[in-house]
Structures are given as C-alpha cells and as structure tokens.
C-alpha cells in the first residue's frame, strides 16, 4: 500500500514511517494538518495514519475537508484521546478506525490491513497468480511452474508490483513510487537493472515470457495469449 503519515511527533513518525517502510508499504509523510491535506487531496494513497493533535489545523478538521470533497481514502486516527466520546468524535468525523494512542504496531498494521480488504470489498487476498507464475504473500515465496524462485527484497516487491497490476502498463514513476518510495527520477537504470534480473529469475528456461517492455512507456506482466 501506499500510506500517508499526518504527524507531528518527529520521533513517533520515524517510528511509524520505519516499520510501514520495513513491512514493504511506500510511505509519505507530512508534519502539519495543512501539508496532510494538501498531499492527501492531491496525491493517491491507499490509506492514512493520522494522529489527531496537529499544528494548525488538526486530525479530525482534515478528514472533515477530504469527506466533504467526495475523498473517500480509508483513514486510521491515532491519538492519546481514547475516551468513548473522543474516539466516537473521530468516527463521526470520517476516520474509517481509530486507535488510542500508546499502540501496538502489530496491532496498527492489522488495522491498516483490514482498512485495505475492506476498501477492495473482499476477503483478504494472500495468494497472487498469473498463468504458471504463482506468489504466496504470506510466505514471500514464488514459484513458476512448481519451481521455487528466489528472489532478492526489491525483488520480491517489484514482481508483486506487477502482479497485482497484470495485463496493465506500469510507468517507470509508478515503479520508482511504489516500489522503490522515489518521488523524482534519479536518472539511474536501477528500474531496467531489476527487471533484467527478474526476467533472468522468471522467464528463464520457459517458453513463454511473462514478463514485457512497452517501448516509451513501461512495463506489463501478463499470461501468454
């Protein structure tokens, strides 16, 4: 997922964009109300993490603009108001979840995940397939046709990129946003580096190549035929 961190707290967004980053999310981050609202209303994201106590213009104030405007992103209030009434304020105010803050992250990550399956209207996916190419999310293992493939971190992010985006062009800005948290190009062939290597991995000694160079604009992973 692409989430976006509204915190003030330098030492609990650090906290929070680390272990986001670390469970393979690309992760944003704003200090102010204000800069939250800017980027959330003018940027995609697959969810928030909002804390409710900003400078200027708060939590609760910023998820009252984005509804009003037809901005539906799934959001998850974090704050150390955790009476009913508090946490009740914040519901009506358009968090999707609210957690009092301290928090466990393990806790924050299921929430953050249940937010996503509930965004997409279904059950939690954990297994992702295209033709004879098969990936386990829960295991972060691959496989072509019965065969294990090892793949390196970036690697395993990058093909699940594709996955999830199969039949469909992926921009070289995509990838340098989502899988690698890029938000400029940094005029290096780290892109055309790892796809070399995932073709090496994934099409190797196969017949039909999964993998695709759309010239002038991207990439697409798709099934023979």
Same mark, same amino acid.
């Given at each position: 997922? #692409?989430i976006?961190?509204i915190?003030?707290?330098?030492?609990?967004a650090?906290?929070?964009? #680390?272990?986001?980053?670390?469970?393979?999310?690309?992760v944003?981050?704003?200090?102010?109300?204000k800069?939250?609202?800017?980027l959330?209303?003018?940027? $995609?994201?697959?969810?928030?993490?909002?804390?409710?106590?900003?400078?200027?213009?708060?939590?609760?104030?910023?998820?009252?603009?984005?509804?009003? =405007?037809?901005?539906?992103?799934?959001?998850?209030?974090? $704050?150390?108001? $955790?009476?009913?009434e508090?946490?009740?304020?914040?519901?009506?105010?358009?968090?999707?979840?609210?957690?009092?803050?301290?928090?466990?992250?393990?806790?924050?990550?299921?929430?953050?995940?249940?937010?996503?399956?509930?965004?997409? *209207? $279904?059950?939690?996916v =954990? @297994?992702?397939?295209?033709?004879?190419?098969?990936m386990? %999310?829960?295991?972060?293992?691959?496989?072509?046709?019965?065969r294990?493939?090892?793949?390196?971190?970036r690697?395993?992010?990058? %093909?699940?990129?594709?996955?999830?985006?199969?039949?469909?062009?992926?921009? @070289? =800005?995509?990838? %340098?946003?989502?899988?690698?948290?890029?938000?400029?190009?940094?005029?290096?062939?780290?892109?055309?580096?790892?796809?070399?290597? %995932?073709?090496? #991995?994934?099409?190797?000694?196969?017949p039909?190549?999964l993998?695709?160079?759309?010239? *002038?604009?991207g990439?697409v992973?798709?099934?023979?035929?």
């Open positions: 997922m #692409k976006l961190v915190e003030d707290d330098a030492g609990t650090e906290y929070l964009t #680390k272990g986001l980053k670390e469970a393979g999310h690309v944003d981050h704003a200090a102010t109300g800069d939250g609202l800017f959330a209303a003018s940027e $995609s994201y697959d969810a928030l993490v909002v804390d409710r106590m900003l400078p200027g213009r708060d939590g609760l104030s910023v998820l009252e603009v984005l509804r009003a =405007t037809g901005n539906g992103i799934p959001a998850l209030v974090l $704050s150390a108001l $955790s009476s009913v508090d946490r009740v304020k914040g519901l009506r105010a358009g968090a999707d979840d609210y957690l009092p803050k301290p928090f466990a992250f393990s806790e924050l990550l299921a929430r953050l995940d249940a937010l996503e399956r509930r965004a997409r *209207g $279904s059950g939690p =954990t @297994r992702l397939q295209v033709s004879d190419l098969e386990d %999310l829960l295991a972060r293992s691959v496989s072509r046709a019965g294990p493939v090892d793949l390196l971190p690697e395993f992010l990058l %093909l699940e990129f594709l996955m999830r985006n199969a039949g469909h062009v992926v921009t @070289r =800005t995509m990838l %340098l946003e989502r899988v690698w948290d890029y938000h400029f190009d940094p005029q290096t062939n780290v892109i055309d580096v790892h796809i070399a290597r %995932l073709r090496q #991995k994934i099409d190797k000694d196969h039909a190549p993998i695709h160079t759309v010239r *002038g604009a990439y992973l798709r099934a023979p035929g």
